[in-house]
């Protein structure tokens, strides 16, 4: 059984499409083969890999409560092309706190198989994208942590030491309670892919954060963003365009 | 005079229209969110269409003409649309019980979406076209969306309005 993943963000690194496809790639039984789509170029590549391939999974971002453009674009160059064998399946994620807002693009992937001929077995619509793909930095802040308070320990800096490991499994533990209804939904999704079975369409979002909880860091996070990485001072985040 | 069109074909300016658009090599969205960070209010990509965010937002009248691809707008319309997030902030409020942007100006624009060239199309593909736009809407924080769907392929401006 041969799965072909197209990574369709057009993030050149860390995206949080990149990270949902190898989670979901992480649990998938049988050959696999990922595409991290540029443009128009890379067609030929993903016809040569589709020959062969049982299934075919979209991993896209959710823009303006649809697909992205280019994905559109490469959607309707496939339509005529790609073998009506073929079990298609979308891993969708956006910003917002509900994975139920990837519903709509979702269903535009229902209707791109019903024009293509394809068999489309469902899908997954994760929320909270952003907040998933910054909380993958608490791996390498964690090991930074542990490996500092070990070393505080052999240096008999007790408190120190202690504190950073403290630290070390915060950062993780963090991470993982976060994370753990996209691993789920993930290790599902896969399982139906590696079996070619219809996943139905599922949502899902960050796990153990409610809806207020997840704006108040998500604010927070836009801030120290456009401050740390920008210099821009939050007040000036709310200017208006000025029209020339 | 407020009101901004965007177009996937090609039309005559309307005279009570601040512009016409038609959408034919405008640079695609890249994800950077430079529009909320950066240069807050506008895209990065200074190639004459950095406000397109404020003119989704901040008119009174939006009209949208665009042929149904897959249940929602056509590549080149989405290509702008895609480019208007600056419009809105990056923070969230609560809007028609879901979680939406904030945002950035209060006006409450008007949107007309007509999707063109739809006799060949199912019940379905129109239905989440229509929820496609509507969706689209709320999140630029419309007074209204009309979305009407038209069988031919439109060509001038007596068809649209």
Redo the contacts between chains.
């Keep these: 059984m041969k799965t072909v993943f197209i990574n369709l963000?057009?993030?050149k690194k860390n995206?949080m499409s990149g990270y949902l496809l190898r989670t979901t790639k992480l649990f998938i039984k049988g050959e696999c083969v990922t595409i991290n789509y540029r443009g128009s170029a890379d067609d030929k590549k993903i016809l040569c890999e589709l020959e062969n391939a049982q299934n075919l999974v979209f991993v896209t971002?959710l823009?303006?409560?649809?697909?992205?453009?280019?994905v559109?674009?490469l959607?309707?160059r496939l339509e005529k092309t790609v073998s009506k064998e073929l079990n298609v399946y979308a891993l969708l994620n956006c910003g917002?706190?509900?994975g139920?807002?990837c519903e709509?693009?979702l269903?535009?992937?229902k209707?791109?198989c019903?024009?293509s001929g394809t068999n489309f077995c469902g899908g997954l619509g994760l929320g909270a994208g952003e907040m998933h793909r910054v909380l993958r930095w608490n791996i390498p802040v964690s090991a930074i942590s542990a490996v500092l308070g070990a070393l505080a320990l052999a240096f008999n800096f007790h408190t120190l030491g202690v504190s950073l490991l403290w630290n070390a499994f915060g950062f993780i533990f963090f991470w993982f309670i976060f994370s753990l209804n996209m691993f789920l939904s993930a290790q599902k999704t896969a399982s139906n892919i590696s079996k070619s079975k219809n996943n139905g369409l599922c949502y899902t979002t960050v796990s153990f954060c409610p809806?207020w909880l997840?704006?108040i860091l998500?604010?927070g996070y836009?801030i120290l963003?456009?401050f740390f990485?920008?210099g821009?001072p939050f007040w000036?985040?709310?200017?208006?365009?000025n029209?020339k | 005079m407020n009101e901004y069109w965007i177009t996937d074909i090609t039309l005559d300016k309307p005279q009570n229209v601040d512009m016409i658009y038609a959408p034919k090599g405008v640079a695609r969205c890249t994800g950077c969110f430079g529009c909320w960070l950066k240069t807050p209010s506008e895209c990065v990509m200074h190639d004459g269409k950095q406000g397109i965010g404020e003119m989704l937002t901040n008119r009174e009248t939006v009209r949208i003409i665009s042929k149904i691809t897959y249940g929602g707008f056509s590549a080149p319309v989405k290509r702008v649309l895609d480019r208007s997030i600056s419009g809105v902030l990056p923070f969230f409020s609560k809007r028609h019980g879901r979680m939406h942007h904030a945002v950035r100006y209060q006006t409450k624009p008007t949107f007309y979406i007509t999707f063109y060239d739809c006799s060949q199309l199912s019940d379905e593909e129109k239905a989440l076209a229509k929820r496609a736009a509507n969706a689209m809407a709320i999140n630029m924080n419309c007074k209204e969306c009309i979305v009407n769907f038209i069988d031919k392929n439109i060509c001038t401006l007596e068809d649209i309005i």
Excluded at chain 1, 63 to 70: A, C, E, K, T
């Design positions: 963000t057009p993030k995206s971002p823009y303006v409560d649809g697909l992205p453009s280019h559109l674009e959607l309707q917002f706190y509900e139920e807002q709509l693009a269903n535009m992937v209707i791109w019903k024009h809806s997840f704006t998500a604010s836009w963003r456009a990485f920008h821009i000036k985040i709310f200017k208006r365009y029209l």
